[in-house]
């Protein structure tokens, strides 16, 4: 799926004008993206969504209790009543990554039902917050500082909204990263944190699917159009253009990428000039 030319040129826009504002709004950036992978999506399908996660927010009980009742409560509804959850299958799909997708299967990766978690139960007037996970994300309710307290509770969304104790979340971590669990870990990830990852996602996803190198491309550009990305990421782009044959401008975009890194690795930055050169010497 391609998005038309002059839709994705606005809604990257919009895209990048939101990703700038003072607070995100993280369920719009998401479907902007949507809008990047599914042409059939409008401004339309943008609103029935948000009224969807208006509407589930409203299925929620009046301020249930504590982060362990908001936590229960939420997973009820959306892992329960609903039937929100992942499985293995969902990491091939690229639907998996696209919020608006998600929100008509009930199904998608640990990211985006977490998106979904967030955003109803935000709505409702949870205190939740994403929690960036090394290859797992789950959801906090509660007090981010205060983890294995009553002050905190973790919900594994992909796993039906899960309650994970000390124990769960520190498996998870052994299992994902080979590491131990660590109060770092646990810190609210912010709305264009989670886009970023969500992209990078997406871009693995296409990486292994060379028919579908269109897909990285734009998710590289939107990453981007980020206020705080990778300098990497344009070397990367560039690569992606020459590959897919556009020599002129992955050429260009090589030489660029030198300029921002030749003041502290001059090495690295003569090594893509010649790469530069020859894109260019496949023009002849």
Same mark, same amino acid.
């Given at each position: /799926? ?7 040129? $606005? ?6 004008? $939101?990703?700038?504002s ?5 369920s719009?950036?998401c479907?902007?993206?949507? =809008?990047?992978?599914? %042409? ?11 009224? $969807? ?23 009820? +509804?959306?892992?329960g009543?609903?039937?929100?959850? @992942? ?11 696209? !919020?608006?997708?998600? !929100? ?5 990766? %640990?990211?985006?039902l977490?998106v979904?978690w967030?955003?109803?139960a935000?709505?409702? @007037?949870? %205190? ?6 090394? =290859?797992?994300?789950?959801?906090g ?7 294995? *307290? ?8 992909? &796993?039906?909204?899960? +309650?994970?104790?000390?124990e ?7 299992? *994902?990263? =080979?590491?131990?669990? &660590? %109060? ?10 989670? /886009?970023?990852?969500? +992209? ?10 060379? $028919?579908?190198?269109?897909?990285? !491309? ?6 981007? +159009? ?20 556009d020599?002129l ?28 050169r ?7």
């Amino acid at each position: /799926m391609r998005a038309q030319p002059a839709k994705s040129s $606005e809604w990257r826009r919009r895209f990048a004008d $939101e990703a700038r504002s003072e607070r995100p709004d993280l369920s719009l950036l998401c479907l902007l993206l949507s =809008g990047e992978a599914d %042409p059939q999506l409008d401004e339309a399908g943008i609103d029935a969504a948000q009224i $969807e996660l208006d509407a589930l927010a409203g299925q929620l009980p009046y301020r249930p209790g504590g982060p362990a009742q908001w936590a229960a409560a939420v997973s009820e +509804l959306l892992g329960g009543r609903h039937g929100f959850h @992942g499985t293995a299958t969902d990491y091939q799909r690229l639907e998996s990554s696209l !919020l608006h997708e998600v !929100l008509r299967r009930r199904r998608g990766l %640990p990211i985006l039902l977490s998106v979904v978690w967030i955003e109803v139960a935000r709505r409702a @007037g949870a %205190p939740v917050h994403g929690v960036a996970l090394p =290859g797992h994300f789950v959801v906090g309710f509660g007090d981010a500082e205060a983890y294995g *307290t009553p002050e905190q509770v973790l919900a594994d969304p992909f &796993n039906g909204g899960r +309650l994970l104790t000390g124990e769960d979340a520190a498996q998870l971590v052994a299992q *994902t990263s =080979g590491g131990k669990l &660590n %109060p770092s870990l646990l810190a609210p990830a912010d709305p264009l944190n989670i /886009m970023l990852r969500i +992209l990078n996602n997406i871009r693995a996803w296409a990486a292994a699917r060379s $028919e579908r190198s269109h897909v990285a !491309l734009w998710a590289l550009e939107l990453s981007l +159009l980020l206020p705080a990305h990778p300098a990497r990421l344009r070397y990367e782009r560039a690569q992606l253009l020459v590959e897919r044959g556009d020599f002129l401008e992955g050429a260009r975009g090589l030489d660029e990428y030198a300029d921002v890194v030749e003041s502290i690795e001059p090495t690295t930055a003569e090594r893509v000039r010649l790469q530069a050169r020859a894109a260019r010497a496949k023009l002849n």
